[in-house]
């Protein structure tokens, strides 16, 4: 694969994490959001953070099942008292 197809990667997977870090914000889960920022911070395009090929592996796939995970396992909605 050309090297701007990681790039272009790794700024969807930027956009996605913040975005999901603002959604679990505003919903008052705080440790997810701390967890999505993060993984916003990983996988930004703009800054490298160089782990290696084995390290990066192992954090794709622990990203990926945790992703899965939160899709998986969805907290019910609870109506707050106005």
Known sequence: MPYGYYEFIR??????FA?????????GNK???FIY???AILFQPLFKIY???TFW???????????????IYQPK????EK
């Not at 975005?19 to 919903?27: A, D, F, T, V």
């Not at 592996?57 to 899709?71: E, K, P, Q, R, S």
């Not at 909605?77 to 707050?80: D, E, F, P, S, V």
């Open 51 to 53: 782990l290696g090929r």
């Open 77 to 80: 909605n609870t109506q707050k």
């Open 31 to 33: 440790g997810l959001a």
């Open 57 to 71: 592996n192992m954090v794709d796939v622990i990203a990926g099942i945790f992703l899965i995970g939160t899709i």
């Open 37 to 39: 920022a993060a993984l």
């Open 11 to 16: 700024f969807i997977a930027l956009v996605v």
């Open 19 to 27: 975005y999901l870090s603002y959604k679990s914000y505003e919903e």
